[in-house]
C-alpha cells in the first residue's frame, strides 16, 4: 500500500492526532506520579532537616565536651603547679588565680594581662606575694596541740618529765647540756 491508495481523510492528519494522544497520555501519567514524587520528595527533605539538625547538635556537644575537657585540663595544671611550689592552701590559691590564667594561641597557659607572663612565672610571683598560703615554717605558737611528752626522749635519755625543781646537781648539769646543743642546733637550721 503506497500513499496514494490511501483515502482522503478530510484534512485529518494521522500523525498529529497520534502525537497528541501521546502526549496527552505522558501527561495523566506524569500528574498520576506526580503526587508519590511530592511525597516521597517531602518525605527525603523532613529525613534530610532531622539529620541537619542531629548534626548541628552533636556539633554543640562536641564543642561543650572540648570546652570541658580543657577546662578541666586548665585547672589540673595551675592545681599541680601550685602544690609543685609548696603551696599548703591549693584550693584557696586555685580560687583566687583561675580567672587570671588563660589559654594563649598556641596553647599554653599564661597569665592575662599585657604581659607575657608563663603559668609558672605568674603562680611563683603570687606565692612569694602571697606567703600565707605555704606551710607554716613554725609549728606551734597558741592554741596548737603538742605530743605527749612522756614519750619524747632526747638522744641522750633525757625525759623532760624527770626535770624538776631538787634534781640533783649532776642530772641537772647533763640536761643542762643537752638543752645547749639542741638549741645551738636548731639555731643552725639543724
Known amino acids: 500500500m ?7 481523510n478530510d484534512g485529518i492528519d494521522i500523525r498529529n492526532v ?4 501521546i502526549e496527552e497520555f505522558s501527561r495523566n501519567e506524569q500528574h498520576k506520579a506526580e503526587p508519590a514524587y511530592k511525597a516521597e520528595l ?3 527533605r523532613k529525613r534530610r532537616e532531622g539529620l541537619e539538625a542531629r548534626v548541628n547538635q552533636l556539633v554543640e556537644e562536641n564543642r561543650l565536651a572540648r570546652s570541658a575537657a580543657e577546662e578541666s585540663e586548665r585547672s589540673s595544671q595551675i592545681r ?8 599548703a ?3 584557696l590559691a586555685f580560687k583566687a588565680v583561675k ?3 588563660v589559654r594563649a594561641e598556641d596553647g599554653r597557659l599564661q597569665a592575662r594581662g599585657p604581659e607575657q607572663k608563663s603559668l609558672q612565672q605568674y603562680l611563683h610571683e603570687f606565692v612569694q606575694e602571697n606567703p600565707e598560703l ?3 615554717r613554725i609549728s606551734g605558737g597558741s592554741g596548737a596541740q603538742t605530743t605527749s611528752r612522756s614519750g619524747m626522749q632526747s638522744s641522750s635519755n633525757i625525759e623532760l618529765d624527770r626535770i624538776k625543781p631538787g ?5 641537772m648539769e647533763r640536761v643542762r647540756q643537752e638543752i645547749s646543743k639542741l638549741a645551738t642546733q636548731a639555731l643552725r637550721g639543724m
Open 18 to 21: 497520534v502525537r497528541q494522544a
Open 134 to 136: 605555704l606551710p607554716a
Open 80 to 87: 599541680s603547679e601550685l602544690q609543685k611550689l609548696g603551696v
Open 89 to 91: 592552701k591549693v584550693d
Open 2 to 8: 503506497s500513499d496514494q491508495n490511501l483515502p482522503a
Open 99 to 101: 580567672d587570671d590564667i
Open 42 to 44: 517531602h518525605e527525603e
Open 167 to 171: 634534781m640533783n646537781k649532776e642530772e
